[in-house]
């Protein structure tokens, strides 16, 4: 029910921190399947309107690929944001780690929808995108943004 408010009213994602965001679309996914998930975060801090909303809708699609794909048994979520050493915020990564069936990444055209939309979103923010995956040891998503650096 949340995940449906969420598309109804779009500003409640600016409104719900991304790390519940990711617990509600983890509890959501494992109500509807047999699949563990596991969300790990390091840190917390206050991201930019935009990148907030492309990390959910990034993490989003990923965990649709593992349901509809990946036969896997468990994914782990890490979001972890950046710090300087003088503890200043530098950016944030999230990763989608399952154990499913996988694939060969350079057998799927990168227009694919699933794969092309994650690909525009982490673009949009300027952000990096990363899918590692072989046949057997599943799949690993990870988007890197980080804040530019100031002159």
């Known amino acids: 029910m949340r995940a449906l408010l969420l598309e109804l009213r779009p500003a409640a994602l600016l409104e719900t921190s991304l790390e519940n965001l990711l617990r509600q679309l983890g509890e959501a996914i494992m109500g509807r399947e047999s699949i563990s998930v596991i969300i790990d975060t390091q840190g917390e ?63 799927i055209a990168p227009e694919r929808l699933g794969l092309g939309i994650m690909r525009e979103r982490a673009e949009s923010i300027g952000a990096r995108l990363e899918v ?18 100031l002159p």
Do not use: M
């Open 45 to 107: 801090c206050k991201l930019p309107p935009d990148v907030h909303i492309a990390l959910y809708r990034i993490a989003q699609e990923a965990l649709n690929n593992v349901v509809k794909h990946a036969r896997a048994n468990h994914v782990r979520i890490n979001l972890k944001y950046l710090c300087t050493d003088d503890e200043q915020f530098a950016g944030v990564e999230l990763s989608i780690v399952d154990d499913g069936r996988g694939f060969k990444p350079q057998g």
């Open 132 to 149: 590692e995956s072989q046949p057997e040891t599943g799949t690993q998503v990870v988007v890197k943004w980080k804040l530019e650096e």
